[in-house]
C-alpha cells in the first residue's frame, strides 16, 4: 500500500495533503482502487475535494459514491461487524464533519476485550456532485 493509499482508506486528509505536497500521484495507487475512489467509497468530502483539486480522475469513482446513495450508512456498519461472531456490542462515534456529513465509527467489542472498528463518513451525496461536475 503506498502512502497516498493509506491516507485515503484512512480518511486523513491533512497527511494526504502533505504526500500530494511532497509530489505523490492523485491518480497513482498500488491497489485496485485508485485513492479518490477510496475516498468516494468511505464519503470523505474533504479528501475527495483535494484529490480533484490536485488532478485526480473523477470519471472512475462516480459509480462508488453512488452505490452508497441513500444507504443508511450506521446500519451498514453495524451489519458489517455484527457478522464477527465474537461481537457482544457496538458502540456508535458520530463526529460533524465538512458540509453537513459526518463520520460514523461503529466499535465492535469483542468476547476476549479486543475491538474491531469500521469507519465511514456519510458525504456521499455531495461527492457524487463534485464527481459528476468533474471539479470544484
Do not use: C, F, K
Amino acid at each position: 500500500m503506498a502512502p497516498l493509499d493509506w491516507a485515503a482508506a484512512g480518511m486523513h486528509v491533512e497527511v494526504a495533503r502533505q504526500l500530494l505536497d511532497a509530489g505523490a500521484d492523485p491518480g497513482g495507487s498500488r491497489l485496485d482502487m485508485t485513492p479518490l475512489q477510496v475516498a468516494s467509497d468511505r464519503g470523505s468530502i474533504e479528501l475527495v475535494s483535494l484529490l480533484l483539486e490536485r488532478g485526480a480522475d473523477p470519471t472512475g469513482p462516480l459509480a462508488i459514491a453512488e452505490s452508497w446513495l441513500g444507504v443508511d450508512v450506521e446500519a451498514s456498519l453495524r451489519d458489517y461487524l455484527r457478522m464477527d461472531e465474537d461481537a457482544v456490542e457496538l458502540e456508535v462515534r458520530r463526529e460533524p464533519r465538512a458540509e453537513g456529513s459526518e463520520l460514523i465509527e461503529v466499535t465492535a467489542v469483542l468476547v476476549d476485550g479486543g475491538r474491531r472498528t469500521a469507519a465511514r463518513a456519510t458525504g456521499h451525496a455531495r461527492i457524487v456532485e463534485l464527481l459528476r461536475a468533474g471539479s470544484l
